[in-house]
Structures are given as structure tokens and as C-alpha cells.
Nanobody, 120 residues
Framework: VQLQASGGGLVQPGGSLRLSCTAS????????MGWYRQAPGKQRELVAN???????NYADSVKGRFTISRDNAKNTVYLQMNALQPEDTAVYYC???????????????WGQGTQVTVSS
């Protein structure tokens, strides 16, 4: 199983970016999917997550600016980021709780990370 993230880049304050993350491999089902971020010198923190049924949860710092969504048919989670601020600069990682085919249990998988830089 692999998670491939894309969509990061350099954007000016107030700008927008959309991150995508697709899970591939021997997947039976995916439970929660989410986005985390880690800024230099800081711990990794939850940005937002979404259940298989579409219920969402956001960090207070991004509420009203970021929107998480998913396409279950494509095993893909998205993060639409609007009104970006310099403090949003970080490496963004996607995460998914996956049940693999022919395997008991649900395990967490991480994507490789994508850099988001907000600067003028």
C-alpha cells in the first residue's frame, strides 16, 4: 500500500492551494483519512481528518479556511487551502487507516509529504 501526495508549492499570503493524496495497492477498505503538517522545529500536528462517511474535523487554526474532502471511489483525499498565511508553511503529510486485502486489522499509512510555503 502506498499513499502519494501532490499539490504543494510556493504561494503568496492570501493565496490558495489544493493538496491531493491517493492510496494504491492491495486495499480492501479505508477508514479515516487525514492531513497533518510539520513546520521546522515543531511537532507534527493534525490539520484535518475525514471519516469514510464524510464527517470532518479541523484544527482550530484552519477552521473556515481549509476544507477536507474525499473521493472513496478513487481512494483519494483532498485538502483545499484558502487564505493561506505564512504560519501555514510546513510539510504536509496525508494519512489513511487502511484494511488490506487478505489481512486482519486496520493499519495507518503515511504519504511522503509535500512542502507548502507561504511567502511574499
Amino acid at each position: 500500500v502506498q499513499l502519494q501526495a501532490s499539490g504543494g508549492g510556493l504561494v503568496q499570503p492570501g493565496g490558495s492551494l489544493r493538496l491531493s493524496c491517493t492510496a494504491s495497492g492491495s486495499i480492501r477498505s479505508i477508514n479515516d483519512m487525514g492531513w497533518y503538517r510539520q513546520a521546522p522545529g515543531k511537532q507534527r500536528e493534525l490539520v484535518a481528518n475525514i471519516t469514510s462517511g464524510g464527517s470532518t474535523n479541523y484544527a482550530d487554526s484552519v477552521k473556515g479556511r481549509f476544507t477536507i474532502s474525499r473521493d472513496n471511489a478513487k481512494n483519494t483525499v483532498y485538502l483545499q487551502m484558502n487564505a493561506l498565511q505564512p504560519e501555514d508553511t510546513a510539510v504536509y503529510y496525508c494519512n489513511a487507516d487502511i484494511r488490506r486485502r487478505l489481512q486482519v486489522g486496520v493499519f495507518g499509512y503515511w504519504g511522503q509529504g509535500t512542502q507548502v510555503t507561504v511567502s511574499s
